[in-house]
């Protein structure tokens, strides 16, 4: 993530919420700032399609949100 991709990100996470598609977003640690805009979505997600996943990666970084990390499977 970095470069404004934000936009895109939340774009395309409704799409596959809603298509059942599988989506990565990469390096969070560079848009620490966006995170909570992220958990919001995800917090007001009212249905999902059953075969919807998410995988987010990111490197160790103090600020990164912990209802993110307490709501994730870690792998």
């Avoid at 404004?4 to 919420?17: E, F, I, K, S, W």
């Avoid at 700032?33 to 987010?56: A, C, I, M, S, Y």
Wanted: glycine residues 8%; proline residues 3%.
């Amino acid at each position: 993530m970095g470069g404004g991709q934000h936009d895109l990100a939340l774009n395309m996470l409704h799409d596959a919420v809603s298509k059942g598609h599988w989506l990565c977003l990469k390096n969070l640690h560079l848009v620490i700032d966006w995170l909570p805009v992220l958990g919001k979505e995800l917090r007001n997600l009212q249905t999902t399609h059953d075969d919807f996943r998410l995988w987010l990666t990111t490197e160790q970084h103090a600020n990164f949100p912990k209802t993110l990390i307490e709501g994730s499977i870690k792998v």
